[in-house]
């Protein structure tokens, strides 16, 4: 396979288990805390990665230590931020707005690359973004245009955009990682920074009387979002960056409403129509434009 191949399927493996993470997020919104349940998740996260990763990081400790701002801020942004505010998004918004504003993360991510990276995008890239949109959003509208008017916006939906420029700095800043650091060594580094820099709102939700249930809700859900969304989800997209950049690996998170479709589809007995076929090909075409033209990116 090709060094584009695998980033592919890399890519699609995160996105895969980031649609399972939307899934979850809306259906405990009622019962579990976002702080708390995205707390746990990358407490459970480290733990679990301690006996594999430790090791590795004391190996790598010289790297860890020179380039400690940048992984520090990398935590900050792809962990601890990016999902606590998507979680309280979830909170308040409908599924359709949060897929809908899912799926600007591209854009937000090639506008921050040609800033900071001095990437060149493409017109090529600029219309396989705005054609897999049109896909997104013909997907969770449920082709009817006419349920467009009646989508109403509330507070949760400035959490989710503000979550997808957060992981648009994430993804760009992906890009600045020092050569020798190893995935499993990166993953830890942002839970153990995530797990620390949510512990205090942890505390205060906690005060406030909310609290992840220890039934089994409770535990299937962290355990989820802590081995699949985090650990197998994380170690896929940013391999896929190193291979490819973040703005083409970036394009395929527009599968996240794909596999999440395809996810309820499978476990919640919904059914198969027209209007999901439709949509997944104009996605699927949109990626293709987006990510097979030629771009400018630095070599990883």
Same mark, same amino acid.
């Given at each position: 396979? +090709?060094?584009?191949? =695998?980033?592919?399927?890399?890519?699609?493996?995160?996105? #895969?288990? $980031?649609?399972?993470?939307?899934?979850?997020?809306?259906?405990?919104?009622?019962?579990?805390?976002?702080?708390?349940?995205?707390?746990?998740?990358? *407490?459970?996260?480290?733990?679990? #990665?301690?006996?594999?990763?430790?090791?590795?990081?004391?190996?790598? $400790?010289?790297?860890?230590?020179?380039?400690?701002?940048?992984?520090?801020?990398?935590?900050?942004?792809?962990?601890?931020?990016?999902?606590?505010? /998507?979680?309280?998004?979830?909170?308040?918004? *409908?599924? =359709?707005? @949060?897929?809908?504003?899912?799926?600007?993360?591209?854009?937000?991510?090639?506008?921050?690359?040609?800033?900071?990276?001095? !990437?060149?995008?493409?017109?090529?890239?600029?219309?396989?973004?705005?054609?897999?949109?049109?896909?997104?959003?013909?997907?969770?509208?449920?082709?009817?245009?006419?349920?467009?008017?009646?989508?109403?916006?509330?507070?949760?939906? =400035?959490?989710? /955009?503000?979550?997808?420029?957060? $992981?648009?700095?994430?993804?760009?800043?992906?890009?600045?990682?020092? %050569?020798?650091?190893?995935?499993?060594?990166?993953?830890?580094? &942002?839970?153990?920074?995530?797990?620390?820099?949510?512990?205090?709102?942890? /505390? $205060? !939700? /906690? %005060?406030?009387?909310?609290?992840?249930?220890?039934?089994?809700?409770?535990? #299937?859900?962290?355990?989820?979002?802590?081995?699949?969304?985090?650990?197998?989800?994380?170690? %896929?997209?940013?391999?896929? &960056?190193?291979?490819?950049?973040? *703005?083409?690996?970036?394009?395929?998170?527009?599968?996240?409403?794909?596999?999440?479709?395809?996810?309820?589809?499978?476990?919640? @007995? !919904?059914?198969?129509? +027209?209007?999901?076929?439709?949509?997944?090909?104009?996605?699927?075409?949109?990626?293709?434009?987006?990510?097979? @033209?030629?771009?400018?990116?630095?070599?990883?």
């Amino acid at each position: 396979m +090709s060094k584009f191949q =695998i980033a592919m399927m890399l890519a699609l493996l995160a996105a #895969l288990c $980031w649609a399972g993470n939307q899934v979850m997020g809306r259906f405990v919104r009622d019962t579990i805390p976002p702080i708390g349940l995205t707390f746990w998740r990358w *407490t459970m996260c480290a733990t679990l #990665l301690t006996p594999f990763a430790l090791p590795k990081l004391l190996k790598e $400790w010289p790297i860890v230590r020179r380039n400690w701002k940048l992984l520090f801020g990398l935590g900050l942004l792809g962990s601890a931020m990016f999902q606590a505010m /998507v979680y309280i998004g979830l909170h308040t918004t *409908t599924a =359709i707005n @949060g897929l809908l504003l899912n799926s600007t993360g591209p854009v937000f991510t090639l506008f921050i690359a040609m800033i900071v990276l001095k !990437e060149k995008a493409t017109l090529r890239q600029f219309i396989g973004i705005a054609v897999s949109f049109c896909g997104v959003a013909w997907l969770v509208l449920r082709g009817d245009l006419g349920s467009l008017g009646a989508l109403q916006f509330t507070v949760g939906d =400035i959490w989710i /955009v503000g979550a997808m420029f957060v $992981w648009g700095l994430y993804s760009v800043l992906l890009r600045f990682r020092p %050569s020798g650091l190893s995935d499993l060594t990166l993953v830890y580094i &942002v839970a153990l920074v995530a797990a620390f820099m949510l512990s205090p709102l942890m /505390v $205060w !939700e /906690v %005060s406030r009387g909310q609290v992840v249930p220890l039934n089994m809700q409770g535990i #299937l859900a962290v355990g989820y979002v802590a081995v699949f969304a985090s650990i197998v989800a994380f170690l %896929s997209f940013n391999a896929a &960056v190193a291979r490819i950049g973040p *703005t083409k690996a970036v394009t395929f998170l527009h599968f996240i409403p794909v596999f999440g479709t395809i996810l309820a589809i499978v476990f919640l @007995g !919904e059914r198969l129509a +027209s209007y999901h076929l439709t949509g997944f090909a104009v996605v699927m075409v949109g990626v293709y434009l987006a990510t097979m @033209g030629k771009t400018n990116a630095p070599d990883a």
